[in-house]
């Protein structure tokens, strides 16, 4: 029945009982004023054992829980969440206090869990990522270095662990900006690497980490794909002349080598070698396009009024009359002629469509953040494909060079910005949407 007690009825109910003896010594000798001697000296024997007694009984009863909770405390200070302490029951000051605990320590044991597996799951990553990384401490010292890192430095980690940048070979890479490109060279392989470098705190003291990611061979890759191509456009262009040059060449072979001539072989000697000369002033404006794509120069930046600019490109175009909506006034730094340039063959693009339907065109403009955004839209027929658009020499225009869109996003990309073509959403037509950094 005691037992059943909270914790502090307990406590209280072994403090009344060690005080009974001395009350019940007390009011005897209140009731008997004047008791014997050896009466008096044997109730003060057994009322000081009582109360010595009972006072060990409420020592115990509080020291046993405190012990108790500070062996459990003592077990989470060391890690060790496997213990939980039991007799916890709610409504009691010290059970619920015990409760508390228990779930601290179920808590810290699946956080602890959680910690183990994303530790684990981490360390795998780095362990498969194609990507070297190192992690340093304040002095410069490597402390950390996944799979790729040891291959970057051709040596296994228990041999790198502890030594300097500089002795590794990798001082340069903890200096300058935190992400360019390097080219270098290392134990484990040479040519241009992508530098990321971040700062972490680990025991109160700084880090660096370091990632190194290998581009030789991605733009071994990218350089494969254009020569592809390029070769590919080039290849083509080629066999649409050399193909009817031949053909004309071996015909007017056969021409002459007959006995008399034909009454019109004047005429067909005339026909043919128009022919030739026709393909060979394609293949002319052929070369001259590809030498302006390939020498399109670096930009000159200054100040460019923006509003101003696109007002005047509206006003070259003289097939149809280009409606402007009214927008913000904006300064780019730009190269005029460029950004002029760039404009112009937008607006002539968005101009033949809307010919063809007898549509219109429109242009306005828009602060979007730290960018402004000029976009150019035509009532013409749409897109039916999107993937050729920026390709080198591709056309679907009669006469048409295929590189007027080609020169325009490199424009806008040598200015910071971009270049973005698509079908509008609201009605037939399409839509280019330029973007370029203003300040």
């Keep these: 029945m005691f037992r059943r007690l ?14 009974m003896p001395a009350v019940s010594a007390t009011v005897y000798l209140l009731w008997r004023p004047t008791p014997p001697p050896w009466l008096r000296w044997t109730l003060l024997l057994l ?11 409420v020592r115990a009863r509080v020291v046993r829980p405190l012990r108790t909770l500070s062996g459990l405390l003592a077990a989470l200070r060391q890690g060790d969440f496997s213990i939980q302490a039991r007799g916890a029951r709610a409504g009691d000051p010290l059970g619920e206090v015990i409760l508390e605990l228990n779930g601290l320590v179920d808590l810290l044991r699946q956080q602890r869990l959680g910690a183990l ?32 890192g040891e291959r970057l430095l051709a040596q296994p980690v228990e041999r790198l662990t502890g030594r300097t940048a500089a002795e590794l070979g990798l001082a340069e890479c903890l200096e300058g900006e935190p992400v360019r490109t390097l080219q270098a060279a290392f134990a484990g392989g040479l040519g241009r690497w992508n530098i990321r470098r971040s700062t972490f705190r680990q025991g109160g003291r700084p880090h ?17 794909l254009a020569w592809q191509r390029l070769l590919r456009v080039l290849g083509h262009e080629l066999n649409n002349s050399l193909a009817p040059i031949k053909s004309i060449a071996d015909s007017l072979a056969r021409l002459l080598e007959q006995d008399p001539l034909p009454e019109d072989w004047r005429e067909d000697s005339r026909r043919g070698m128009e022919v030739l000369s026709g ?20 930009p ?25 909506r009214p927008g913000p006034d904006l300064v780019v730094q730009a190269d005029s002629d460029q950004i002029e340039q760039l404009l112009i063959n ?17 242009l306005r403009w828009a602060k979007a953040g730290a960018q402004v955004e000029v976009c150019i839209e035509d009532e013409g027929p749409g897109l039916s494909n999107t993937a050729n658009l920026f390709v080198p020499f591709f056309t679907t225009k009669p006469g048409g060079s295929g590189i007027g869109l080609v020169i325009s996003r490199q424009i806008a990309e040598a200015h910071g910005g971009s270049l973005q073509i698509e079908n509008r959403k609201d009605r037939q037509g399409c839509i280019a ?6 300040g």
């Design 6 to 19: 909270p914790h502090n009825w307990q406590v209280l109910v072994l403090a009344l009982v060690t005080a």
């Design 47 to 57: 009322v000081s054992m009582a109360w010595i007694g009972f006072a060990l009984m």
């Design 117 to 148: 597996e994303a530790t684990a799951l981490l360390r795998t990553v780095m362990e498969e990522i194609d990507l070297a990384v190192f992690a340093f401490d304040d002095t410069q010292r490597l402390r950390l270095a996944n799979r790729a």
């Design 208 to 224: 660096q980490l370091l990632v190194l990611a290998d581009l030789s061979q991605a733009l071994r890759e990218e350089e494969r």
């Design 279 to 298: 393909r060979a002033e394609a293949l002319s404006r052929f070369m001259e396009s590809y030498s302006r794509l390939a020498r399109l120069p670096h």
């Design 300 to 324: 000159r930046k200054g100040p460019v009024d923006l509003g101003t600019t696109i007002r005047r490109v509206a006003g070259l175009e003289t097939r149809l009359a280009v409606s402007v």
């Design 346 to 362: 937008l607006v002539c693009n968005a101009a033949d469509a809307a010919l063809e339907t007898k549509g219109a065109v429109t």
């Design 433 to 438: 949407r330029l973007r370029l950094p203003l």
